[in-house]
């Protein structure tokens, strides 16, 4: 009961902060290796459990949410959808150590990234380059949807980086078009485990109606934050404090 609990406590807490920030897989994943699963399925059973979250906070963040850049929304949906087949066959053929080693420098490349996307637009703009084009910027998400594919932790912190690299400017807008992908991303790769026989069905159907509960929870909360700046803040610590933990494990 106590182990049942906790996922239960995780997963709705990874749904919230998934919709307020990203990165809720830093907390579902840990959850799931705790509870047993071999680290490749309980990285795929994790990208399950996070899809009805991802879908109530989309939901959540309707009201916001509109293409920007160089790139219409449905170019954007596809090119994502293709990069997650690509990095979910990625991590069926990757063994778990070698995944576990690779997983902290994952979380610190999605931290340093969108700690730095204002820093970087900025010395775009000055050096006149303009905003990324539609090559570039197929380019972009493309390489964050096979990341989001191989690992899911940290992709909402990823796709907000790139967002605000291609252009977008509107917090909440970014962070409803970061959870309307992430559920793409993990509609496509969690099929593809599923295929594969990776997924813990007994904890991923718990953790994600707990997840769906926490995602709506957080888009609510997060359309009230006026100050964007301090969720840039709160992002930045989310992935910081997760990257040293994930490199002591």
């Not at 990095?87 to 576990?100: E, K, Q, R, S, Y």
């Given at each position: 009961m106590l182990e049942l609990l906790f996922l239960s406590i995780a997963g709705f807490a990874a749904g919230l902060l998934n919709a307020v920030a990203g990165g809720g897989t830093f907390l579902s994943l840990p959850a799931l290796l705790y509870a047993g699963l071999p680290p490749v399925s309980a990285n795929a059973t994790a990208t399950l459990t996070a899809l009805p979250g991802y879908l109530s906070s989309a939901w959540g963040f309707r009201e916001d949410m509109r293409a920007?850049?160089?790139?219409?929304?449905?170019?954007?949906?596809?090119?994502?959808?293709?990069?997650?087949?690509?990095?979910?066959?990625?991590?069926?053929?990757?063994?778990?150590?070698?995944?576990?080693?690779?997983?902290?420098?994952?979380?610190?490349?999605?931290?340093?990234?969108?700690?730095?996307?204002?820093?970087?637009?900025?010395?775009?703009?000055?050096?006149?380059?303009?905003?990324?084009?539609?090559?570039?910027?197929?380019?972009?998400?493309?390489?964050?949807?096979?990341?989001?594919?191989?690992?899911?932790?940290?992709?909402?912190?990823?796709?907000?980086?790139?967002?605000?690299?291609?252009?977008?400017?509107?917090?909440?807008?970014m962070n409803g078009l970061k959870n309307l992908l992430s559920a793409v991303l993990s509609l496509i790769s969690a099929a593809t485990f599923v295929a594969a026989g990776l997924i813990a069905w007994q904890p991923a159907l718990l953790m994600a109606v707990s997840a769906t509960l926490g995602g709506y929870a957080g888009a609510r909360l997060s359309r009230r934050i006026v100050r964007t700046d301090l969720l840039r803040v709160f992002i930045v610590l989310v992935g910081a404090v997760m990257t040293v933990a994930f490199f002591m494990i």
């Open positions: 920007e850049g160089a790139l219409g929304l449905k170019a954007i949906i596809g090119i994502a959808a293709l990069g997650s087949i690509l990095g979910a066959i990625l991590l069926i053929i990757t063994p778990g150590d070698t995944f576990m080693g690779v997983v902290p420098w994952l979380l610190l490349l999605a931290t340093v990234m969108f700690a730095a996307t204002r820093s970087l637009l900025k010395l775009l703009r000055q050096h006149g380059t303009g905003l990324a084009g539609p090559a570039i910027s197929c380019a972009a998400i493309l390489a964050v949807a096979i990341y989001g594919g191989y690992f899911n932790g940290g992709v909402g912190i990823m796709l907000l980086a790139v967002f605000g690299l291609l252009g977008h400017t509107d917090m909440h807008g």
